[in-house]
């Protein structure tokens, strides 16, 4: 029997983890690094992540290891799904072991702090040897609790590269996981990024007990900050009708897997953000998202009222119901906005 080619993945949480599992599922022999010994045991020993996972099983093409360079020296592809505030640290790491012949593939939702650069600039930034554009963003409405499943689930691979796009989807893609490409990296990412604000936003709407309707117009408005921002950024529209925009937002803001609407809905209970933070015990990605996108609206001089509402609430100690009725409360305005020249095109298009 030939061997299987080999993908690594960096890091082993939720959603690192079920990536891995779908590569072995495609019949990929799959290393998954992590820096806590006794999740590497576990994963080795008892073919689960318990932490992230429960109690679903992982195929035996996983094994994980501790050690960075044992777990990419000779992969065919590099998977990073760390921690928006963890990326630059890792891909530190990771640099003197990445061949530049490599796909590298992300699939962190976020932004960095202080620097306000999405993770593909981050990656940039520390893999100066590494060509940029051949860059895969991987996103999409995909929570990990299903992915293990095999539930089916749909999400975007885009790249600048054409080729880099359809060799992540050909990695990716089978009967229960299915990849679209699209040329658009900033819209994927930024659409990634914001919809976790939205989702905080649709926590504690509902840990309030407003209803659907409130729910609904927040997706709507929220979706129309998210274009707003994203096109200012760069982004070409359509991606925000798309799987890593409307698609991943519906996903996060009405599903109890989402950690950002669990957030969101202990907040609307009363608890601090310190509170719900140690609660959780896992990255909650929209609170820094929060922050980053407060910063770049004003820098770009884009309104975003429900971004600064949820701002207010995080970190100026303003009450959900105070923010609610103050975005109710609104001057009148009209609904259809231009976004940006939707004419930009790509590869894709």
């Known amino acids: 029997m030939a061997h299987a080619s080999k993908t690594a993945v960096l890091v082993a949480g939720s959603w690192g983890t079920a990536i891995a599992s779908v590569l072995a599922e495609n ?151 299915r990849v679209y490409t699209n040329p658009d990296v900033v819209g994927v990412e930024v659409g990634g990024a914001l919809k976790n604000i939205i989702a905080l936003g649709a926590g504690l709407s509902d840990g309030l007990g407003f209803g659907d ?16 921002l994203g096109t200012a950024m760069g982004a070409n529209p359509l991606t925000f009708a798309g799987l890593a925009g409307i698609g991943d937002l519906v996903v996060t803001c009405t599903s109890q897997h989402s950690r950002n609407w669990r957030a969101g809905s202990m907040l609307a209970q009363g608890l601090s953000l310190d509170e719900v933070l140690a609660r959780m015990g896992m990255v909650v990605e929209g609170v820094k998202t929060t922050q980053a996108a407060f910063k770049l609206a004003e820098q770009y001089s884009i309104p975003m009222p429900i971004t600064t509402e949820l701002h207010h609430v995080l970190f100026d100690g303003k009450t959900p119901r105070e923010a609610v009725e103050d975005l109710m409360g609104r001057g009148r305005t009209h609904e259809i906005e231009e976004i940006a020249d939707s004419s930009q095109k790509g590869w894709f298009y």
């Open 213 to 228: 309707n409130a729910k609904a117009a927040l997706l709507t408005r929220g979706l129309a900050e998210i274009a707003r």
């Open 27 to 177: 019949g990929r022999e799959v290393a998954l690094w992590s820096r806590n010994a006794e999740q590497v045991r576990e994963i080795n020993e008892n073919h689960r992540n318990s932490r992230f996972l429960g109690d679903a099983v992982l195929p035996q093409a996983i094994w994980a290891t501790d050690q960075l360079k044992e777990a990419v020296d000779g992969a065919e592809a590099v998977v990073v799904v760390a921690p928006s505030s963890a990326m630059r640290s890792i891909a530190g790491q990771l640099r003197p072991h990445l061949d530049d012949k490599t796909l590298l593939i992300h699939a962190t939702k976020g932004f960095e702090a202080g620097t306000l650069k999405r993770m593909s600039e981050v990656l940039a930034d520390e893999l100066p040897g590494y060509d940029s554009n051949r860059l895969v963003v991987l996103s999409g409405p995909s929570h990990a609790e299903e992915v293990i499943r095999q539930c089916p689930t749909t999400v975007v691979v885009a790249s600048l590269d054409k080729d880099a796009a359809e060799q992540a989807q050909d990695l990716l893609i089978n009967n229960s996981f």
